[in-house]
């Protein structure tokens, strides 16, 4: 039943590691996205994907790098991390980011993870 | 660039009565859309309520409302009848109507404390 699911739900490494976080979704949706939440709860969008297609991509370090196999799964990668990348990131998608209209995004539970 | 802003880091309101959170955004743009979503301790967000910068009539969805004065710029919520279970943390957050790219973005973040 699960709409937007991640995993893992938690992770803690060490500064160095490399470490991906899955996403899939099973409502259908045509675009998915990244956002971080920082330890002040702010929320910044990362990457976006629209049918495997590469739509955002804000001012992410390098090391940061998505990868969408097809339209239900986004998955991201993060090699060499750093203490600063400790944070929670989401998951979202939506029916479509260039349909037009109201683009109501539905969220995984988001990924916490803390860099030692 | 778009910005948003919510000046009321912290709220409170007891069981029952009225709350209103502020949020103002910045955009030369006259199509766009505007949304509130909740993020209770679970770490979920969840969409609560959403408005079309076209529509005059402002959005309604049973205890949720808000007040949406495009001319200004504001975008409040108002819950009415608060619940223990509206204890949230509320993010208002601006969709742009052009590019297509369903990027959203995030106010800082309003926590609410609902009291007994």
């Known amino acids: 039943d699960t709409a937007v699911s991640q995993t893992p739900k938690y992770l803690v490494t060490q500064m160095g590691n490399d470490k991906s976080i899955k996403c899939e979704q099973n409502l259908g949706h045509d675009t998915m996205y990244w956002y971080k939440q920082d330890s002040k709860k702010f929320l910044k969008i990362m990457f976006s994907y629209n049918n495997k297609e590469l739509i955002i991509n804000e001012t992410v370090p390098n090391r940061f790098s998505p990868k969408s196999p097809d339209k239900a799964h986004l998955n991201l990668h993060i090699n060499s991390l750093e203490l600063g990348d400790s944070a929670v990131y989401f998951c979202?998608?939506?029916?479509?980011?260039?349909?037009?209209?109201?683009?109501?995004?539905?969220f995984g539970p988001g990924t916490r993870l803390t860099v030692l | 660039a778009q910005t948003v802003t919510q000046s009321q880091p912290e709220m409170s309101v007891q069981e029952a009565e009225t709350v209103t959170l502020s949020c103002t955004y910045d955009?030369?743009?006259?199509?766009?859309?505007l949304f509130w979503y909740k993020q209770p301790p679970s770490r979920q967000m969840i969409l609560v309520i959403r408005?079309?910068?076209?529509?005059?009539q402002n959005a309604t969805e049973n205890r949720f409302s808000v007040n949406f004065q495009k001319a200004a710029k504001s975008f409040s919520l108002k819950i009415s009848d608060s619940q223990l279970g509206d204890t949230a943390m509320y993010f208002c957050?601006?969709?742009?109507?052009?590019?297509?790219?369903?990027?959203?973005?995030f106010g800082q973040g309003t926590t609410l404390q609902v009291k007994p």
């Open positions: 955009t030369s743009e006259s199509n766009y859309y």
């Open positions: 408005q079309e910068a076209y529509k005059q």
């Open positions: 979202a998608s939506s029916h479509g980011a260039r349909r037009g209209g109201p683009n109501e995004q539905f």
């Open positions: 957050s601006y969709e742009p109507g052009s590019g297509n790219t369903g990027k959203l973005i």
